[in-house]
């Protein structure tokens, strides 16, 4: 399967930004899609994720109440809406799948399949 991410950009301290992830090769509801953002100097961390069989999720708690992630099997489209962003949110966001059968997990390397990131920063 191929991870296909777009949406990223430049945007101010408090807006927001709308990602988009398309795994093609694959029927959602057989994958977690999981999102992770890497900024310079950092590892690699979970944002968020969601089954695409069942729609639970997990947000980082950096995250929560702020994105939103969510999925639409008709469009096999996961969507990461990021509200209320702040400069520390600012990396490459990536998309990232593995099995449903597996579960969700916020661990990088639990996710064998990636897509090429995209990058968010947001200004102060």
């Known amino acids: 399967v191929q991870l296909q991410a777009s949406g990223g950009g430049l945007v101010q301290s408090g807006g927001s930004l709308r990602l988009s992830c398309v795994p093609s090769g694959g029927t959602l509801a057989y994958y977690v899609i999981g999102w992770f953002r890497q900024a310079p100097g950092k590892e690699r961390e979970a944002v968020s994720c969601i089954s695409g069989s069942d729609g639970r999720t997990y947000y980082a708690d950096s995250v929560k109440g702020r994105f939103t992630i969510s999925r639409d099997n008709a469009k096999n489209t996961v969507y990461l809406q990021m509200n209320s962003l702040k400069p520390e949110d600012t990396a490459v966001y990536y998309c990232?799948?593995?099995?449903?059968?597996?579960?969700?997990?916020?661990?990088?390397?639990?996710?064998?399949?990636w897509g090429q990131g995209t990058q968010v920063t947001v200004s102060s």
């Open positions: 990232a799948t593995r099995p449903v059968v597996a579960g969700l997990s916020a661990l990088p390397n639990e996710y064998p399949y």
